[in-house]
């Protein structure tokens, strides 16, 4: 026991915790009988029972144990590649294809991978598997991931009516740990549409169940979303450390999706604080990260927070250049708010070039894209708006 704390926190693994327990009650109970402590029953047959028990229990016990690190660090590769764990994935399903587990888990896999059509399709067998089931906690694991879907899409109306009905269910279940998955849920469904102060009562609804539960990837997630918000409100202090916090609990679960999420984040502040060449390098270590993982969706991102970057050291043609590559990989994967910011970007880089009407092309188009979300009230819509104002106001005057 002397190491105890060494291996104290992976005791929270189910298989690991057994295991524990039971080699430790087995190895003391063979221990006294070896020392003869521990008194011999009368029957020999008896004897050599209690003997095989106690020997071969001590070993099930190791074996469960060393089971369960396997799988704990078997869940963390899976966790850091994606590509490997599509392909263990589908096979799963293939060989039980009436497993709603294995199909919410392809689903989740082909999500971070970009494939939002084929997981849309996983989601949907699993809704439909929990109705055949008549499992209503599969039947809010198809909602809740369906409404994922929606969400990146821009379909907010549609994401917000399944993240709702998540939470309907779960409250009749009492699943605390899917509520507050649901309540983060609707945060970005508020916080796409500028409804901060909505978006931040969800997250704090959603801090609140994970710290009482003890989750720290999703109490990461949390603190990453309020970093969002107070980064939209302009109180960056208070962004960079809900960032912090969420890069410090995603770096001691060895969570590179949720690291390289957090250094994007980062780089946003930094650059609203002038700080550009710490913001780069933020960007370009969350890139490296989701290049390595796969995770389309982050590189786009990336790629686009480089590009403002540049334009803010008026390196015009090396921020087009970032722009339309996220650009290409947003408009495949069908990100309707990233694409609308890239264009708005764009719009802001052909302004500065003097073509008004290349940059007034880019900011309807980029502004279309916030109205068919729903999101008019989003900083940027409201942005977008005002240049276009300002924008004809000029035509007009120079017109008269």
Do not use: C
């Not at 095989?52 to 966790?79: E, T």
């Not at 109705?131 to 906690?137: G, N, R, S, T």
């Not at 379909?155 to 917000?160: G, S």
């Not at 990100?335 to 092309?361: I, P």
Request: proline share 1%; net charge neutral; charged share 30%.
């Amino acid at each position: 026991l002397a190491g105890f704390e060494k291996i104290a926190p992976y005791l929270g693994n189910p298989l690991i915790l057994v295991g524990f327990v039971l080699m430790l009650a087995y190895g003391i109970h063979w221990q006294l009988m070896k020392s003869g402590l521990l008194r011999q029953v009368s029957q020999k047959d008896s004897s050599l029972i209690i003997r095989l028990f106690l020997r071969y229990g001590f070993w099930l016990a190791l074996v469960l144990l060393l089971a369960g690190v396997g799988l704990q660090f078997s869940d963390r590769a899976f966790m850091n590649s994606p590509q490997e764990a599509l392909v263990h994935y589908r096979k799963a399903v293939q060989l039980d294809p009436d497993n709603a587990d294995g199909w919410n888990e392809l689903g989740r896999m082909l999500l971070r991978t970009g494939e939002f059509t084929q997981a849309e399709e996983a989601f949907r067998k699993v809704l439909a598997l929990g109705e055949a089931h008549q499992d209503q906690e599969e039947q809010a694991w198809a909602l809740s991931n369906l409404g994922i879907v929606y969400r990146i899409r821009g379909d907010l109306d549609k994401a917000e009516e399944m993240y709702w009905k998540v939470l309907e269910i779960d409250e009749a279940l009492g699943n605390k740990e899917s509520m507050a998955k649901a309540y983060g849920n609707l945060g970005n469904v508020y916080q796409t549409r500028g409804e901060l102060d909505r978006a931040e009562e969800m997250y704090r609804k959603a801090l609140e169940l994970n710290k009482a539960l003890g989750s720290k990837e999703v109490l990461a997630r949390d603190y990453g979303n309020l970093g969002i918000v107070y980064d939209r409100r302009g109180d960056l202090d208070k962004a960079e450390e809900m960032h912090y916090k969420a890069l410090e609990l995603n770096k001691a679960l060895g969570r590179k999706e949720g690291i390289a999420i957090q250094y994007g984040n980062l780089g946003v502040v930094y650059k609203k604080r002038g700080e550009l060449d710490r913001a780069e390098e933020m960007h370009r270590k969350a890139l490296e990260l989701n290049k390595a993982l796969g995770r389309k969706e982050g590189m786009a991102l990336n790629y686009g927070n480089l590009g403002v970057v540049y334009k803010d050291r008026g390196d015009l043609d090396k921020a087009e250049e970032m722009y339309r590559k996220s650009l290409e990989i947003s408009e495949a994967l069908g990100l309707k708010e990233v694409s609308a910011n890239l264009y708005g970007n764009l719009g802001v880089v052909y302004e500065k070039h003097g073509d008004l009407d290349k940059a007034e092309e880019l900011w309807k188009k980029s502004l279309r894209l916030y109205q068919e979300m729903g999101a008019e009230h989003h900083p940027d819509a409201k942005k977008l708006q005002g240049w276009l104002d300002k924008l004809a106001q000029l035509r007009s005057a120079a017109a008269q």
